[in-house]
């Protein structure tokens, strides 16, 4: 007997646990089951975020850069440390810690809003029915008003470089390393192979990171880019454009690599491998074939513009849907979706979607990018101001990079913000807001920002859009 509830998420992670909680916070009875496993075999929220993904990766991407900065910078300061060593195995615990807190925060939040958590795995039947199998084999079948289908996405395996999980590995893997590998070849120079390769070449691993793209950083605004790529080189990082991986073979605890590029086919020999070349919609054993949900030519479930699948009172949210795969993008749209079921206006306004990526310095940027525009044959206004003319980013001792603001030669509308530089990522939320409600470069030139802060940055990138600029020379 098929047991009523208004709503089952299926799915724990950014996009699926919002959408269960603001669904019960709309005062619906929500059961959201969730199939992750950890290493230990023990079920966890969170999904590939908190467990494989944004907070680990930022965990170790904090601890390697302290390192990096005791290393490279403290003496600057003067500051005489005696020698600094690496605990990995410590470095690594807090990582778990911090995964293993914010995961049963989810817990919590479930208990306090009276969502009902299982961990097992959901399918969507016929009319809405859901089956669930739990981890403990226990089945239960619930026939629900809506259903939300959050399933997420897994990283894409390369043919020629099958994951071993041991010395060719995904990015969860590529997280609880437990030793510094002298030699690392990362594949994919998107923003998890940049973030992952930054740790563990801080831990003092070479890294060499091929991609096959001619263009660095090509979803990034390109002077941004241009700058990022110069500054991993400082950092010795050895980005390889171009270069196609086409095979890999493992012998005496090494791998060797053979990839093509235009002075013909290279071999790299090294200790592991980090296949980052991007992660696919996951919707394995997720839908019954009488569900009545499509999923497209790339795998992604089908939905429209407010995350309706085409069958009635099923929605779908998340990696596993078109759009960025990122989790506030995710979180967005569960939040959206329960508010829809519940009768409520909702929007996502996919125009104005942050992106960061937290290396040394932090990238960030909303909107577009001066080739987009170009493209779009749109006029626009350019302001830039270097962190080199920053009170604040000087004291840092992170006086490299800029902001840079596009707006509309006509209406003066703020296109994009492009951000390299200390704190970026926190610095996009202000230029973020500055989108969301439609500013104008001047809007920001007359805020008044206070000083010394990173965030005057935006105030004179801003006023440099008109030539205004006061603390650097208006070119
Ligand atoms: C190394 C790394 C770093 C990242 N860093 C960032 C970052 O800094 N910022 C950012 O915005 N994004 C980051 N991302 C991307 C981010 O993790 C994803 O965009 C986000 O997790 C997507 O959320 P989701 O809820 O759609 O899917 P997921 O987080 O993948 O969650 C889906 C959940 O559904 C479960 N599931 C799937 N099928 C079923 C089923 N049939 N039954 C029950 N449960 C099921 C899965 O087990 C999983 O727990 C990172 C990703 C990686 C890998």
Redesign the pocket.
Known sequence: MAENIDVVV????????PAAIRAAQNGLSVVC????KNRDGAGA??????????I???ALLESTELLHRAQGEFAAHGIKLGSIALDLAVMQKRRASIVRNMTGGIGSLFKAAGVTAIF????LLADRHVQVTGHDGSRREFAAGNVVL??????TELPALPFDHERIVD??DA?EFTAVPGKLCVVGAG??GL??GSVWRRLGAEVVVLEALDRFLAIADQQLATEAARQFKKQGLDIRLGARVTGATSADGKVSVSYTDKSGAQTLSVDKVIVAVG?RP?????LAPDSGVRIDERGFIQVDAQCRTGVERVWA????VRGP??????KEE?VAVADQIAGRYAHVNYDVIPS?I?TAPEIAWVGRTEEQLKSAGIAYKSGVFPFAASGRARAMEAAAGFTKILAASDTDTILGVHIIGPMAGELIAEATLAMEFQASAEDLQRTIHAHPTLAEGLHEAALAVDKRAIDSINR
């Open positions: 299926i799915g724990a992670g950014p996009a699926g646990y089951v969730d199939s992750w929220l969170g999904g590939t975020c908190l467990n494989a993904g944004c680990p990766s930022k097992g795995h959901g399918k959050a399933s997420g996405s897994i990283p990015s969860w997280l923003v998890i973030e992952l992660r996951y919707t394995a054993d997720l949210v998340g990696d596993c795969m990122l989790a506030h993008k995710g569960g960061v937290y």
